[in-house]
T-cell receptor, first 114, second 115 residues
Framework: GNSVTQMEGPVTLSEEAFLTINCTYT??????LFWYVQYPGEGLQLLLK?????DKGSNKGFEATYRKETTSFHLEKGSVQVSDSAVYFC?????????????FGTGTSLTVIP | AAGVIQSPRHLIKEKRETATLKCYPI?????VYWYQQGPGQDPQFLIS???????DKGSIPDRFSAQQFSDYHSELNMSSLELGDSALYFC??????????????FGPGTRLTVL
């Protein structure tokens, strides 16, 4: 079946530190991979996505590369800011086998301190 | 740009009552998805509709039902509410079902509290 495993949090970093949030997946088909961010009290916002192997998604300084050989989609940012404090969800969608529903990881809470 | 609209944003109900949550997708989007996010948990897929027909079903309890109307808005009806139904309910919309490449746009959610 389809599933997403995310690095457990919470994660606390100082401003300008390097961020990595690990995400690995299992899928029966050829999934698309996503990172969503959720700020306190708000809905999910798409951060970046990749639709095939070796694609790199990037947005707002965040990057993630779709690695089929390691079934991973780790999120990275070179220098985090206080405003990056949020919960980050890795997700996959495997429409060939399971419609277009999303499978989410458990979320990783990030707190960036000044 | 128009986003997904959900109403109400907050809802408080008593046990065994019913609740109706509404979702208005982005204009021209024909696919709607419902997710349930319990406290501190990841969103769980409930059900989806494409062109007013149910397209996929997840972990939606039998006490819940949903439909998509001719204007593509969707309603999630919840009956015999239980304490465990307290959660944030997200609606998402997309244009078509053509692969996971179609991004799902999420609404702000409806926070349901069952007392």
């Amino acid at each position: 079946g389809n599933s997403v495993t995310q690095m457990e949090g919470p994660v606390t970093l100082s401003e300008e530190a390097f961020l990595t949030i690990n995400c690995t997946y299992t899928a029966t088909g050829y999934p698309s991979l996503f990172w969503y961010v959720q700020y306190p009290g708000e809905g999910l916002q798409l951060l970046l996505k990749a639709t095939k192997a070796d694609d790199k998604g990037s947005n707002k300084g965040f990057e993630a590369t779709y690695r089929k050989e390691t079934t991973s989609f780790h999120l990275e940012k070179g220098s985090v800011q206080v405003s990056d404090s949020a919960v980050y969800f890795c997700a996959l969608s495997d429409s060939l086998n399971t419609g277009n529903q999303f499978y989410f990881g458990t979320g990783t809470s990030l707190t960036v301190i000044p | 740009a128009a986003g997904v609209i959900q109403s109400p944003r907050h809802l408080i109900k008593e046990k065994r009552e019913t609740a109706t949550l509404k979702c208005y997708p982005i204009p021209r989007h024909d696919t709607v998805y419902w997710y349930q996010q319990g406290p501190g948990q990841d969103p769980q897929f409930l059900i989806s509709f494409y062109e007013k027909m149910q397209s996929d079903k997840g972990s939606i309890p039998d006490r819940f039902s949903a439909q998509q109307f001719s204007d593509y808005h969707s309603e999630l009806n919840m009956s015999s509410l239980e304490l465990g139904d307290s959660a944030l309910y997200f609606c998402a919309s997309s244009l078509g079902l053509a692969g996971g490449r179609n991004e799902q746009f999420f609404g702000p959610g409806t926070r349901l509290t069952v007392l």
